[in-house]
């Protein structure tokens, strides 16, 4: 009698709490235009335009990691995104035929502290430790510069997404406001409370809770804390929803319909999925890197500084164990990092040498399929028949 007394009124909320997930996130569904309540993660260089059309058909919505774009690039991405999806073979599809397909372009914000001191001495130790792991490195190669962010912003409004999303950082204010002028959404990542908070003062419509579990870079605000302040999403998102008034999209560590089922109770209004799309034949990685992914443990991917200077989770590979040994040179800070072991990078994916290929990661990728529909059906399933969250 005692536990039916107890269990009845537990069961009586889990159904109460199950039902608000469905009506929120087919809310936020109809809004945006989707089938399903999942995004593709803009995953800078392994984002093409056909992953994001077939997520597109799939009923989500597709990505564009811009950061090495320039204006140009992003002009010709969206282009041929856009011509890649055709709408008469998609399901149905709660948006109407003449809207554009749902698409959220992600730009890097940069730091607004000046960059240290260059030491050059430690950087010609780095350029010794990593011609040990690719060909020799150039002199300049640290002095790779970045694309120009404000050309990058300004080809973002030209093309006109559903959303912009921001990472490592906020949008300017003058710029938020030209989004919202444009009904452009913005999506703001964040890996903290704080950082999500923030984020909604500045006028973010929507908030990206990325937890620790994801593969690729980490969306820290401020990149010495991005270690020390890395919180798993099942910890991380409650808070975040508590915290803010605007939807929240769960990023990190979801990759099966578990995943994504668990992320909607826990009061995201979406998910967003990377490292369990890059299996699908649209990602086109290398296919020693998919491989990998397919029996990848947890325990096997790990956060490292060691490509880019800035943390992110990657395949534990014998370049990132190398990089992380006591006698190992420290990464030089981000960007001059992704500069010098940009040759190392480019000959491993050449030579599909998996060990020196920058192998992001997340947590859970091998829980995903091969298949971009099946896996955007799956993550958006698992709430009953006729919600849109179920891709059914």
Known sequence: TTTTTTTTPSLRMAAATTAAAVVRAEAFARRLGLEVPVLLAPMAGACPPALSAAVVRAGGMGGLGALPLNPSGIADWVARFRSEVDRNTAPTTIATPASPP???????????????????????????????????????????????????????????????????????????????AAGILWFATATTVAEARAAEAAGADMIVAQGAEAGGHRGAFDRDAALDEAVGLFSLL??????????????????????????????????????????????????VWARQLAVAAPETTVLTRAFSGRWGRALRTSYVKAAAAPSAPAPAPYPRQRGLT????????????????????????????THTRAMAEASGDGFGDGAAAAAA
């Open 342 to 369: 940009a040759a190392m990078r480019k000959a491993a994916d050449a030579a599909g040498d998996l060990d020196h290929m920058m192998a992001w990661a997340g947590q859970s990728a091998s829980l995903a399929g």
């Open 238 to 287: 409650p808070q975040v929803v508590d915290a803010v008034a605007v939807p929240v999209v769960a990023a990190g560590g979801i990759a099966d319909g578990r995943g994504a089922a668990a992320a909607l109770v826990l009061g995201a209004s979406a998910v967003m999925v990377g490292s369990a799309f890059l299996r699908c034949p649209e990602a086109g990685i290398p296919s």
């Open 102 to 180: 749902p698409l959220l372009i992600n730009l890097w914000v940069p730091e607004q502290r000046p960059p240290a001191a260059v030491d050059y001495e430690h950087e010609a130790r780095l350029r010794a430790f990593l011609q040990t792991h690719g060909p020799p490195v150039p002199a300049d190669a640290a002095d790779s510069p970045l694309q120009d962010f404000d050309a990058q912003c300004e080809a973002v409004l030209a093309a006109a997404p559903t959303a912009a999303s921001s990472i490592m950082g906020l949008f300017p204010p003058p710029y938020v406001k030209r989004l919202h």
